[in-house]
């Protein structure tokens, strides 16, 4: 971890307008920047950028938070990962001293990466300067792979009698046990090391993030096996990594879908042709993991198969990995005998997406591939139902049930409570893991907690509602969740620097209290100083009253319970605290009336 005052340092050097420029088209608007949204369609600009409070926020679909943040969301980062892409691109430096709380481990991530990093570039560069790299660059010609996209995929080789890395890593000083960890060296006896890859096409793997995590090698000749992976590693899993994505992520926001592809070479023909949001697997079948990567970046995923037996048995394999991943998906076919790297090279980008688009939903094609596999027979009818059954225990949606359900029944004539009975039974103990949080941006609908946002927005617009509000004692009883620990971060943090810093406060907050907190600073930014006392006056009575009137209510059931058990002392009790609500509300009445509170 970063310590806590280097992120601030580093916050507070960079310009928030600056970095989402990068990756938006901003227009400045009064005090605020606006743009197109990058994280949902939008014709009308919502997203808003602010400089002075250093926070973004979409009023379309509710993202929001600070720079780091951004960054996490649009490349996928870690909260460290995007504070070092922020200091870097200022050029501050994070030394070993600054990091807090596990910075061996940290270290030691960052080295390996700088040393997958390193033997990428030379690999890279025996391909271009070796003698032998001209067979494999010819190689790569005839598969159609021309310079310019091999080196965006940063393509190398390793001859046949190695790229000589043991001198590579003498000369460097790396460390021999790190190559070991990363796959890159194997071992014979504690003296005698060798190179896992030689004699091969070197297709780095890269994470999400741009950073090497590992390797696959091609033979250039008819030698087993003809493609080889990193092994795992501390950097690399092959169940949930997919070649291309670091490539393919600006493209498949622009286009809203992702293609599943098989190879290294599938991807990189796409690309170059124009297909540019194309990923592969790594030698590995589709798996949940891989789904669940790609839906952070988009829920439209087509699984692009070959149209041969293996490829149709492939798509109906598949269905079991989206519903379990919580999507649906999509798969398309290519014509028997074609694979999408010779098929793209043949008939260009056209026929390419001409396929995509006729793509079918994988839920479709696997009852209708039930039936064709068990046929329609009474015995086969009941294979299918029970097949059809099994994979629904997966589904984790009610609603997505259902509508698989009908789908199963319009499909294949199978009665509607055969195909229910085990989700029937799965959903009455639903696991607790999978219970779903309500987001908050839900919240941020329910009228009952307009006034606790009202007077969030003012008191990160007006530092003198902070004291307004620091002076009303009991002002925490008044505030139900998920309000209270926000109003507590604000008031602390007041207490503490004398001043407010929505970045310190919105650290400990999840993404969608982050979110809610930037709408709620840019909400109140059209308030005129001069309103703001008398609206957080207004703020403070509607809370207090409606605390008062829920002591009130409780009471009185109170009082009931007391009547019914004949405890004359708890009831007399009782209406004296009764007496005494009621009181308070009156004075409350009578001092202000009833306020209009408003929200965007």
């Known amino acids: 971890m970063i310590s806590q005052d280097k992120i601030i340092e580093i916050r507070d050097r960079a310009s928030i307008v600056e970095v989402i420029s990068d990756y938006v088209t901003l227009k400045k608007t009064g005090r605020n920047h606006m743009g197109l949204c990058p994280f949902h369609s939008e014709k009308t600009p919502s997203f808003t950028v602010n400089e002075e409070k250093g926070i973004f926020h979409c009023f379309g679909c509710q993202t929001g938070g600070s720079i780091f943040q951004f960054l996490m969301q649009y490349d996928h980062l870690t909260f460290p990962e995007a504070v070092e892409r922020v200091a870097k691109r200022y050029g501050i430096t994070i030394g070993r001293a600054e990091r807090a709380g596990a910075p061996n ?33 010819d190689y ?25 890395l043991l001198d590579l890593i003498k000369k460097e000083k790396i460390s021999v046990n790190d190559t070991l960890r990363l796959g890159l060296m194997g071992q014979r006896n504690p003296r005698q090391f060798y190179e896992k890859f030689f004699a091969r096409v070197m297709f780095p793997i890269v994470n999400a993030g741009g950073k090497v ?24 899993h092959k169940g949930s990594t997919l070649y291309g994505l670091f490539q393919a992520k600006e493209g498949i926001r622009k286009v809203d879908r992702v293609v599943v592809v098989e190879g290294y070479l599938d991807v990189i023909a796409l690309f170059q042709y124009g297909v540019s949001y194309a990923v592969a697997t790594l ?18 995923i087509i699984a692009l198969f070959d149209g041969d037996d293996a490829g149709h048995k492939a798509a109906a394999r598949s269905f079991e990995i989206f519903v379990e ?35 079918v939903s994988l839920a479709d094609y696997y009852f209708s591939w039930l039936e064709d596999r068990y046929g329609k027979t009474l015995e086969g009818k009941s294979q299918t139902a029970s097949e059809i059954s099994r994979v629904l225990t997966r589904v984790r949606s009610p609603f997505e049930v259902d509508l698989l359900v009908r789908r199963a029944v319009d499909t294949l004539g199978v009665r509607e409570e055969v195909l229910r009975r085990p989700n029937v039974i799965r959903g009455s103990h639903p696991p607790a893991a999978r219970t779903a949080a309500v987001p908050l941006s839900s919240l941020a609908q329910n009228r009952e907690d307009i006034a606790e946002r009202s007077l969030i927005s003012l008191m990160l617009r007006f530092p003198s ?28 943090e007041w207490q503490e620097r004398g001043r407010l810093d929505l970045f310190r406060v919105t650290q400990g907050l999840s993404p969608d209290m982050a979110a809610q907190m930037a709408a709620l600073a840019l909400e109140a930014e059209s308030i005129p100083e001069a309103d703001c006392a008398k609206m957080a006056a207004d703020c403070l009575a509607h809370l207090r009253r409606k605390h008062l ?21 708890a009831k007399r009790e009782r209406i004296l605290e009764w007496q005494d609500v009621v009181r308070k509300e009156r004075q409350l009445e009578r001092r202000r009336p009833e306020p209009k509170i408003t929200t965007r």
């Open 465 to 492: 509602v902070i004291g307004d509000v620091e002076k009303e004692k009991e002002v925490r009883r008044w505030i139900e969740q998920p309000w209270q620990p926000v109003i507590d971060l604000i008031l602390s």
């Open 325 to 359: 991943a919580g999507l649906l998906g999509r798969a398309a076919f290519l014509p028997s005998g074609e694979d999408p790297d010779t098929f793209v090279r043949r008939n260009g980008k056209a026929a390419v997406e001409d396929i995509l688009e006729r793509a």
């Open 549 to 569: 009137r829920g002591l009130e209510r409780n009471l009185r059931i109170a009082i009931r319970t007391a009547e019914e058990q004949k405890d004359e002392k």
């Open 283 to 300: 030698g590995t079948a589709l798996t949940v993991d891989h789904v669940r990567v790609l839906a952070r970046y988009t829920k439209n």
């Open 105 to 137: 481990e940290m270290g030691e991530r960052e080295s390996l990466y700088r040393i997958n990093e390193r033997v990428a570039a030379h690999y890279q560069s025996l391909l271009y300067s070796h003698p032998e790299g001209k067979k494999a660059l």
């Open 140 to 164: 790569l010609k005839s598969r159609g792979v021309d310079e310019t996209t091999g080196r965006s995929f940063m393509l190398g080789y390793t001859p046949q009698n190695g790229s000589g």
């Open 213 to 236: 995590v590992g390797f696959g090698g091609r033979v250039l000749d008819q030698g087993l096996p003809k493609y080889l992976n990193s092994s795992e590693t501390p950097l690399f």
